[in-house]
């Protein structure tokens, strides 16, 4: 239109500062900041203002060019020019010197989705490419630490400045989020607490950092600032903006709550309001708006009300919620702490009162503390206070004592239950992760396991299902059997083959750690005092657990017989790499070897783990040749007995539900399990799955009470494959081979238990798995009649009759020996017995100590001695803390500054 006087381009990012004549020749700039192309309708709103301004805008519509006009009118205000006729004149020259296509709705998605989702996808491809590296890493704390900080920081590079269009700020969260679900476990064990400290420094140093920046920015050139463009309406918006953003999050929240229900864990409606209210902004959006802060491209009033909005909604969230999100969490009762913790708190204040006594009466005798006060000692360590916690005075829980009756009288069952479960699952989860910091289980399987018990602490009031929990991490094993008919392919068969390798190493690590660790928990049911039907229940679970994975091993090696072993070659010797470890950290200790051979000798051995676990080994099948040569009962045949023995032996194959023995028949040999499951019947109680390598079964040729008669019986679980070794060749091997016959018959000691339970003494105490250790140093006999032999640490009788001097008491076949220095006499040739080399009692706590002798992670230690306190202890705890009460009310105050009784 003719009102147009001239028009004029910029370049991409040019400062924009030009004015023109308007209306009455007032000067005005015009600065359209945003452009929408839509038809040669009215594509934009525009404003003129009569004061001058400075203007700095960027066009949306074209990446290169911004256009802005300049116009003039006649001074005569009968005859302005409209804003419709200027926005119609931008448009056309807008149209003419652009080349490129306009923003548009897809424009603006595809911008978005770039940012928001491309940055958090390149962050975890550089989560990927970092844990591939801290793998590598072995003992090296500071190369580590930087790996991650070089991670870090060329994660924010690349996005930012590789014309990558990404967001460097999401890019770097989920590179964190990434880390630390999976890049965690990467990290050595050893170099894990280093890298956490030095992480835990600097983000304590860049957040505090961040915020003072802001503060500073914020009042120096915003609040403060005479030439600040923030006005009384911007703080009244402020406030509308943070009502607006709460609303907005519930919204969100709760229009997802059937989807949070179905992942992850179930979460409650009050939760929701938890977790919409506690919504906190902090480092993370100031340092977005930092960025836009610092960013020429947008106009000072944007950049100002960005860093102004995010510095309002952070500490909004932090004075209003998260000053107030603890009172809703009360008010809502979503930690409401049960009755029942009240008993468990005070009956470990009471420990600490008697471990602090006891400890004060050892300090006591020495010469240089002769002359300390000691009531001045015990106000200042706190003991009247601790005592005062404890319950001083509880006249109730005192008649509960006399009278033998539970200190947990008149708490609920579900209360009991619910605090024993989730303080046995806290000991579990610790387990799970000193296996893995002790370098018996992957970190894969660790993290797997812990997020197991995660799922069940997130609500201990419902009974416990770990194995389905640890179950659906799994693959499916038709996948697995689908994958494995691809195994022999050129190509894909090698990343079939590699797949199901790692999975099922995975898997079996996974599932045989849960194993050890619920042994190791279940070792907690001796000396539990009367609360210990609810304990039962709560390990009856674990129990349960523990069988279903038992079943899926054996599973494993009725499918993948070929990986199985692979995988058990690999697993025995990451154990044995872990030995080593632990030898040369000993001898270091004990001055043996000097630092620099140390350090020559560890790199030796942390190079063979890492070529371990890049070593893909063969799938070789197992064969009745590889168990004679390779098991432990066979090591003791001489060359010649097995070529005997491999000579003789006889393939056969049975159906599911054939009997390879049935108690009280013929005994037709041994029988070697190549392929498949059978299931020993020992009683009509006890039932032992055996699989692929198992011997079948060597207690039916020890017990000679059976004259060669089956004292189990054995049946095939699924189609199993078997070498039988028979009769006619073993009884002159037994009688030949002295260290065959031995090994034989501590093999079958566990049978024997299970058999004659009566008769076994202390021997019923150890586990299956424990027999076998507890056996192993001791020493194996077989005596004349009239010869003399002593038990000084008990012993078991095979066979033959033992008598004691002087009495008319005397030790048949498949007893347990007490221990006692007395001889006994044997009554006939060919007595068979095993001598212990330790009390049985010494050896259950060597074994428990050794479980906890290299325990490192705090949070196991804290919930093992804690568990123990209450689970173990908690009668004997407060028996001696009422003992010393009532003296201390009958002897007058400071009965806690004399040394204890001596039963104690």
Known sequence: PSSVQCSKF?????QVSLSGQFFSGSVSRLSFSTVRMTSLGPPLSCSAQSSAQLIQSRSSLSSKNLALLFVSTPSSKENPCSMMELAWSFTLSLLKSSRKKGASVVGVLTSFTTLSIGGPIFGCIMGVLAALWLQRIIRDEVLSATVMFVATYMTFFCAENLDLHLSGILAVVALGLFMSAFGRIKIYPESEHAVHVVWGFLQYS????????????????????????????????????????????????????????????????????????????????????????????????????????????????????GTTCGHLVNYLGIVKAPPIKGRVMKTVIKQLVLETDDKQHDIAKERLLGLADWNRVRELVGLPELITAAGRGDERAAADLRHRRSSYQGFSESDVLTEGRYRLLRVLKGICWEKYEAGECSGDAAKLLAETCDRALDNPAASTDIWRDLYEGFTDLRTIKFLLKFHSFPVVGTLARRYISNHLAFVYDAVSTLLVAVDEVRELEEGVPVQSQYMKTVLDEFASARRQAEDYLLSLGESFPQVIRAIHSRRAASILLQHQRQTLATMLAHGNIEAKEYAKLREEVDNRTVALNQLELPWDPLTFTDVLFQFPLFHCLERDELSAVMGVSKEKTFQPG???????????????????????????????QRSIGAVISSVNLVDPSTSRLAAISVVARTEVIANLIPLATL??????????????????????????????????????????????????????????????????????????????????????????????????????????????????????????????????????????????????????????????????????????????
């Not at 910029?10 to 040019?14: P, V």
């Not at 059978?678 to 009509?684: A, G, H, L, N, P």
Request: hydrophobic share 40%.
């Open 10 to 14: 910029f370049s991409w990012q040019d």
């Open 206 to 321: 860049l957040e505090t950092l961040v915020f003072l920046l802001t503060g500073i920015i914020i009042g120096y050139e915003i609040i403060f600032s005479p030439a600040s463009t923030i006005t009384g309406s911007d703080w009244f918006r402020l406030i509308v903006f943070y009502i607006c953003m709460i609303a907005v999050r519930y919204v969100m929240i709760f229009a997802f709550w059937p989807w949070l229900n179905k992942i992850g864990y179930p979460i409650s409606k009050n939760e929701m309001y938890v977790i919409g209210w506690g919504g906190l902004r902090g480092a993370l959006g100031l340092c977005l708006a930092l960025l836009i802060k610092t960013d020429k491209d947008f106009t000072p009033r944007l950049r100002e009300l960005a860093l102004f909005y995010m510095a309002g909604m952070a500490t909004l969230t932090l004075v209003v919620n």
């Open 658 to 688: 054939d009997q390879l023995c049935a108690k009280g028949q013929r005994l037709e040999g041994l029988f070697v399990i190549t392929r498949g499951t059978v299931t020993e019947r020992v009683s009509s109680s006890v039932s032992y």
């Open 731 to 904: 009884e002159p091997l037994l009688r030949k081979n002295k260290r065959f016959r031995e090994a034989l018959f501590k093999q079958a000691l566990s049978y024997l238990i299970q058999i004659f339970p009566s008769t076994a003494g202390d021997l019923a105490k150890l586990e299956e798995h424990a027999v076998g250790e507890f056996v192993a140093t001791a020493t194996f006999r077989v005596i004349n009649e009239g010869e003399r032999l002593a038990f000084p640490n008990g012993g078991f009788v095979y066979s033959g009759s033992l008598a004691v001097p002087n009495s008319e008491r005397t030790l048949g076949e498949n007893f347990y020996a007490k221990p006692s220095d007395k001889e006994l006499v044997s009554q006939q040739a060919g007595t068979t017995v095993l001598v212990f080399s330790k009390r049985i009692d010494v050896f259950l706590k060597e074994h428990a100590h050794h479980h906890g002798e290299h325990h490192h992670h705090e949070s196991a230690k804290v919930s093992r001695k804690t568990s123990a306190l209450v689970l173990e202890h908690e009668r004997t705890v407060e028996g001696e803390f009422q003992r010393r009460m009532i003296e201390e009310k009958s002897k007058g105050p400071g009965i806690f500054l004399h040394p204890p009784p001596a039963q104690h």
